[in-house]
C-alpha cells in the first residue's frame, strides 16, 4: 500500500513541478476568501485518486477538493488526501508545498506519504515501522525545554477566524520559546516535527487532509500528537499540537485553555464548522482509540516538572 501511495504521490508531484515552470498562466479561483484553487490542484487530486483506485478499487477516499465523490462510501480503507498543501505559497512562487496523502483503516492511519516535489524529499511512514525521509529514518528532536525550542504554526487566515483568540496563543507561545516560524504547509510542518528541525507545532482550523499523513509521521519518529488538552482525538477536532514528547507536553499546559473542543467532540462555535465530507468521513470513520493518552498522561504533571 506504501508502494502505491508513493507512485500517486510522484505522479502528483511530476504535475505541480511542470506547472511550477509557468506559473503565470495557472487559472486560480477562490473557494473562500484567502483560499484558492488552482487546475493543478484538481489535476493532482485526479491522478493520485486514479492511481489509488486502480489498485484498490474497494477503498474510500476523502480528498480536499472532491470529498468523498469517488471510492467506497463504506469502506474500513479511507484514503485521505490533500494533493497540494500550500497552494497559497504555490501560486506566488514560493517553493513550500507538498503532496499528502494518508491510508486509515477505521480511524486509525497506518500508511503515509507526504511529499514535497520542489526539493524531491519524500517522507513516508508505515504504522510500526518507523518515519524516514528518503532513506533516512527519522526522530524527533531531543530538546527538553521549551524556551530552547523552534516551533511551527500556521496563522488564521479565513473569514470569521478568531485572530484575537489566535493572538493570545501566540504570545503565550512566542514568549516561552526560541522561535516561531509559519512557512504555510501544514503536511511539511508536521514532517519538520519528526524531523527534529521544529521541537514542536501548533494549529487551529486545519482539515483532516492537512494532518493526516504528517501525524502518523510524527508518532512514528518518536513523537506525541493530539489536540490542546493532549488527547489523541485530533484528526477532525481543528486543533493540534505536535512535538517531542518534552516539549508536547509544555504546549500542552500553555494552549490547553485556548481549546474549542467540547466533550462529545463537537468543535466550538467560534471554530469554522467541518466540511460535510469531513463529517461524513467521522461518522464513517470512528475516532482513533486514545491509545496515545498513555504518554499524554505522563505530562500531567506540575510545571516545574516540565522541563526535567
Known sequence: MLNIAVKAARSAGAIINRAAL?????????????????????????????????????????????????????SDYIWIIDPLDGTTNFIHGLPTY????????????????????????????????????NDRRLRVSKRIKLSDSLVGTGFPFRKGDNFKRYMKMFEEVMQNCAGLRRPGAAALDLCYVAAGWYDGFFETGLQPWDVAAGSL????????????????????QREVIAGNPKVYGQLVQLLAPYTRVIPGGVPGAEDEPLTPEAALAAQLEPAAPAAPVRSATRIRKPAGDAEA
Open 22 to 74: 509557468d506559473i503565470d498562466i495557472l487559472k486560480v479561483n477562490t473557494k473562500n476568501p484567502n483560499d484558492f484553487v488552482t487546475e493543478v490542484d484538481h489535476a493532482s487530486e485526479r491522478v493520485i485518486i486514479d492511481t489509488l483506485l486502480e489498485a484498490y478499487p474497494g477503498h474510500g477516499i476523502l480528498a480536499e477538493e472532491s470529498g468523498r465523490a469517488h471510492g467506497a462510501k463504506h
Open 98 to 133: 507538498a503532496v499528502s496523502i494518508a491510508l486509515a483503516h477505521r480511524g486509525q492511519v497506518q500508511q503515509a506519504v507526504v511529499y514535497d516535489p520542489a526539493r524531491n524529499d519524500l517522507f513516508y511512514a508505515s504504522k510500526g515501522r518507523g518515519a524516514f525521509l
Open 217 to 236: 509521521m510524527v508518532s512514528e519518529a518518536g513523537g506525541l500528537i493530539g489536540n490542546f488538552t493532549g488527547e489523541a482525538d485530533f484528526l477532525y
